[in-house]
């Protein structure tokens, strides 16, 4: 009778379960982790550059919005850049602030466009009116004697 020896094998690739290792696949993972760390934080902090950059521009919106709402007109116009005072005067822009007040009494702004460069800052989104309306709205700045200035500015329908 012959007996043949047991046999036995090993692999480097194999655990002692048969499934073969894998070491690529552990720094893969990490590596697709790593990257989803970093975008995440590349995009938190556009976020927050974009808002820093866009704080201004959007104090200058919300400081004319509250004098034109509490019917200080000059003090509003005030927020005009050169530009915009030569195609609007502060006669024009008083007689047609009077005649749509309610476009003027806003309760909270939502910019959820915002860009700001060399020329200026544009801000777009919605304001919420006191009345419950929300009503579109985008504003053109300028850095005017370095002050936020408007050059254009659209509430209401576009």
């Known amino acids: 009778m012959s007996s043949t020896p047991p046999q036995y094998s090993y692999s480097p690739q194999a655990d002692p379960t048969g499934t073969p290792k894998k070491p690529w696949l552990r720094w893969v993972a990490i590596g697709c982790g790593g990257l989803i760390v970093v975008v ?3 995009a938190v902090l ?3 550059v974009v808002k820093k950059a866009t704080a201004g521009p959007e104090e200058a919106v919300k400081s004319f919005l509250a004098a034109a709402g509490s019917g200080n007109y000059t003090a509003a116009y005030a927020y005009f850049s050169t530009p915009l005072q030569q195609v ?3 006669e024009a822009f008083t007689t047609s602030a ?3 007040p309610a476009l003027f009494q806003v309760v909270d702004t939502t910019f959820n466009e915002r860009s700001v460069d060399l020329s200026g800052a544009q801000l777009s989104g919605v304001l919420n009116l006191k009345s419950g309306t929300k009503m579109p709205a985008s504003f053109k ?3 005017e004697n370095d002050a936020w200035k408007l050059i ?3 509430i209401g329908s576009k």
Request: charged share 10%; glycine share 0%; net charge positive.
């Open 152 to 154: 254009a500015y659209q």
């Open 98 to 100: 009077k005649a749509n």
């Open 40 to 42: 995440a934080v590349l």
């Open 141 to 143: 700045l300028v850095k």
């Open 88 to 90: 609007q005067s502060l």
């Open 46 to 48: 556009m976020f927050v």
